[in-house]
């Protein structure tokens, strides 16, 4: 530990403050044989990575909108139930001191709320969600933020978050996922690419060495509850040493943290795995000049939300990979050419948004991406917003599905955090902790509830959780139509299905990975729905397309038959699953009403294939728990 954790210090040191080379895997572009080489189907993973949405936030009253105002939507016949604030009654009996009220397209716009570590554990109260006002609740905010008592607990509908409604009606949708840990943005994106927090030291931004050195007491938010080597774990936001835009890009002194152990990213270098760090704004404003102690800059990067307000793109603080040396890209170094993206090279792994849209462009998709919107379409709320985080999403995933990738790419849409927006469900922490630290709140760190769940992995403390829950979203030509899954999965899940698709490995050091579910509940391999559906920027369904998938199958394997009408809500294996039990009409369509807006046409015939999944390196074959589900064994 000591050995590794000196190297860091030494990559902190030359690469971020001196102004060195890029790391040392960053080579010549290669072939990445391991790409194709999956247990599933899918050849393609992109991970859209968005900011502080809860469940209820988003989901509260699906399917049901109130089309009074904005995008109009209706849903699908047989859309199976979700576990909601309308399914739960909860929207009109609220335990909470403001029962959750309707936000309207024109209120997009709101006060941040509060999404530390401990308050989210205490506004949940050990499952009874009844004390959100009074732990998460911002209701009043500068800027010409939309505020009101109670606005922790509002949420909204399939008028303004019309696009995720929808492709949830066509796709597949998690109502039971959960950030891996309580905290904020830094910690969920770790918990994203490592299923880790723990680990984190604390170097300063100007000599790069450990801050203080060689002490238990290093920056209090940078460290939590260090050891006598000044290791402790990540729960707030500190930004990553080995980014030249930290700290506003070096405009300020705060400490910055530097991660040990390994990610995802490391995981698939290791196998040859393409893959890549997706960003708005990474691209700098004022490029790094190659000398010795000089940065690159990104505060030049801004863009202004609907309500007027700008914001600079690039956050460091979302941005994972720059945490740990062997994956980090510090100058911001642009990709030397589109063929490399993906692959080593000068940016290592880390790239600029418009770097995904020119690979995508040109057929150069890295088997795992991962994208993350500028701070102004990101979602957060206080400086963006659903309305411009729905622009961001169906002009990727739009652009997703229009290319030669799509036939083999499953698309995950997933939260950091829940903001604090209030979610009646909750998850009985798998890992405990037992910091009874006071806090700025006057409360102990970690909640009674996290102090009384089980020990803590790998002794390490304030990694309590699962945390908050948010929405989950798996929109592929292999994904199960108009589902619910309620598969418990979490940040940590992301990172399993990768780790299992192309057989890494796992990450190991009391990583989540090894607990966490994946996410395959969310797929029917056997029984590909062959869609293409691309929205409108309302958020409204444009068309609906066929497309051409093929699964060589392992061994021969038999057609399914098309179920009867009016089973699309059948629950089986841990998922409500609607869609396939549509008898085709005459002209071949299916006759399944689907929430379509803006002139789109009717879903036409799936097709049916058969294909297996291996898992682990054995083979588990997918046959119907009914005739026509849908839903894998």
Not at 145 to 172: C, I, K, M
Not at 334 to 347: R, V
Not at 373 to 398: C, M, R, W
Not at 405 to 426: E, I
């Amino acid at each position: 530990m000591r050995t590794a954790r000196w190297g860091a210090f030494a990559g902190a040191a030359a690469l971020v403050l001196l102004g060195g080379a890029a790391p040392a895997n960053a080579a010549a572009p290669d072939h990445h044989s391991g790409d194709a080489n999956t247990t599933t189907p899918i050849k393609h993973v992109v991970v859209i990575f968005d900011e502080n949405v809860s469940f209820d936030h988003y989901f509260g009253s699906y399917p049901v909108a109130a089309n009074t105002d904005g995008t109009k939507f209706t849903a699908a016949r047989q859309t199976p139930k979700a576990d909601n604030l309308l399914n739960t009654g909860l929207l009109k009996k609220n335990p909470n001191q403001y029962a959750p009220k309707r936000l309207g397209p024109d209120k997009a716009v709101t006060c941040d709320q509060n999404h530390s570590y401990g308050p989210e554990q205490y506004a949940a109260n050990g499952g009874k969600a009844d004390q959100y006002v009074q732990n998460t609740e911002t209701s009043t905010c500068s800027g010409g933020l939309f505020g009101e008592p109670g606005l922790v607990t509002d949420y909204y509908d399939g008028n303004t978050v019309t696009g995720l409604w929808n492709y949830a009606q066509h796709y597949s949708l998690g109502d039971n996922s959960y950030s891996s840990t309580y905290g904020p943005s830094t910690p969920g994106a770790l918990n994203l690419v490592s299923g880790q927090t723990h680990g984190v030291i604390s170097v300063d931004p100007k000599t790069g060495t450990e801050n203080p050195k060689q002490t238990a007491t290093p920056d209090a938010y940078t460290v939590v509850s260090p050891n006598a080597k000044g290791v402790g774990t990540v729960i707030n936001d500190p930004d990553p040493a080995f980014d030249d835009c930290a700290d506003s890009s070096h405009t300020s002194a705060n400490a910055l943290a530097v991660m040990q152990g390994k990610n995802i990213g490391d995981l698939l270098n290791s196998k040859n795995v393409s893959w890549g760090w997706f960003q708005g704004g990474f691209r700098p404003s004022t490029a790094w000049d190659g000398k010795s102690g000089d940065y690159a800059n990104c505060q030049g990067n801004t863009h202004t939300n609907i309500g007027g307000a700008a914001s600079v793109d690039y956050s460091a603080h979302h941005s994972p990979f720059e945490y740990y040396k062997s994956t980090s890209n510090p100058h911001h170094l642009p990709p030397k050419n589109t063929a490399e993206i993906g692959h080593n090279g000068q940016a290592n792994h880390n790239y600029d948004l418009t770097d995904f849209d020119s690979a995508l462009k040109a057929g150069n998709l890295p088997a795992v991406s991962f994208l993350k919107a500028a701070e102004y379409q990101d979602g957060h709320a206080g400086y963006s917003d659903p309305t411009d985080e729905q622009n961001f999403l169906v002009k990727e995933i739009n652009a997703v599905q229009s290319s030669s990738s799509w036939k083999d790419t499953a698309v995950v849409v997933a939260y950091d955090d829940s903001d604090g927006w209030y979610d009646h469900a909750y998850a009985k922490p798998q890992n405990g902790s037992k910091d009874t630290t006071l806090a700025s709140n006057g409360k102990t760190t970690d909640s009674p509830a996290c102090q009384a769940g089980p020990k803590s992995a790998g002794g390490y403390a304030d990694r309590c959780g699962p945390g908050t829950r948010q929405p989950l979203l798996v929109i592929s030509p292999y994904s199960k139509v108009n589902s619910v899954d309620h598969t418990r999965t979490e940040q940590a899940s992301i990172t399993k299905f990768i780790e299992d698709n192309w057989k890494t490995g796992g990450i190991g050091d009391a990583s989540f990975d090894s607990r966490a579910n994946s996410l395959t509940g969310a797929f029917d391999f056997r029984h590909p729905n062959n869609k293409q559906v691309l929205l409108n920027a309302d958020g409204s369904v444009k068309s609906v397309k066929q497309i051409s998938t093929q699964t060589p199958p392992s061994k021969p394997g038999k057609p399914g038959k098309p179920g009867k009408p009016g089973h699309g809500g059948s629950s089986s294996g841990g998922s409500s699953s609607g869609g396939h039990g549509n008898k085709p009409g005459p002209d071949g369509s299916t006759g399944e009403v689907l929430a379509e807006t803006g002139g789109s046409s009717p879903a036409l015939p799936l097709g049916i294939t058969a294909g297996v999944l291996v898992v682990g390196g054995g083979a588990l074959w997918y046959a119907r728990k009914r005739r026509g589900a849908g839903t894998a064994a």
